[in-house]
């Protein structure tokens, strides 16, 4: 099966501008989905699909693709925004199973 | 609105089989758009999928799980199952129940359950 692969921290300053990236064989076939996860709760969609935002999801959030790498991007992070981010797809073997990356650790300093 | 609740025992003994439910309330679990997932998170890791199911009871699963995974479901319950034999220490996490389609990836999450596998 495929793997999709993440940087496991990434920081950025309140109110700059962050990108996180995902990478994976699979991602040449599928979008990058994206889940924030704060500690202690359950992961929330926050970009699915080419660019797409859940009903209650900031602006500030949005999604991107290019061959094998899908990114999220966070315009003006905010404090709240310090959480792990996963990244999924469908896997492009097989029975097209999902996969998630590893997570992304974002610290808004 | 949706949600989805994870029940089940909080300590497995190593060799035994883990097994979870997932109660849907709020909508139904035989929509033909949507399929039904079980997502683990070990202690400070990451997510894996373990497996998702139709309402059929049409299945697919983690390549790397399948050999030890069953899941199921009951329509007339709002329901579905997980079944994970020959556990080891290895299988002990967070285990998440969740929606999603063919098209739309987890859009409702249980709260997840721990499940310890100990002696």
């Known amino acids: 099966s495929s793997e999709l692969t993440q940087d496991p921290a990434v920081s950025v300053a309140l109110g700059q501008t962050v990108r996180i990236t995902c990478q994976g064989d699979s991602l040449r076939s599928y979008y990058a989905n994206w889940y924030q996860q704060k500690p202690g709760q359950a992961p929330i969609l926050v970009i699915y699909g080419k660019n797409n935002r859940p009903s209650g999801i900031p602006d500030r959030f949005s999604g991107s693709s290019s061959g094998n790498t899908g990114s999220l991007t966070i315009t003006g992070a905010q404090a709240e925004d310090e959480a792990d981010y996963y990244c999924n797809s469908r896997d492009s073997s097989g029975d097209h199973p999902w996969v998630f990356g590893g997570g992304t650790k974002l610290t808004v300093l | 609105q949706l949600q989805l609740q994870e029940s089940g025992p909080g300590l497995v003994k190593p060799s035994e089989t883990l097994s979870l439910t997932c109660t849907v309330s709020?909508?139904?679990?035989?929509?033909?758009?949507?399929?039904w997932g079980w997502i683990r998170q070990p202690p400070g890791k990451g997510l894996e999928w373990i497996g998702s199911i139709y309402h059929s009871g049409s299945t697919y699963y983690n390549p790397s799980l399948k050999s030890r995974v069953t899941i199921s479901v009951d329509t007339s319950k709002n329901h579905f199952s997980l079944k994970l034999s020959s556990v080891t220490a290895a299988d002990t996490a967070v285990y998440y129940c969740a929606r999603h389609s063919t098209v739309f990836p987890f859009d409702y999450w249980g709260q997840g359950t721990l499940v310890t596998v100990s002696s």
């Open positions: 709020g909508g139904s679990i035989s929509s033909n758009i949507y399929q």
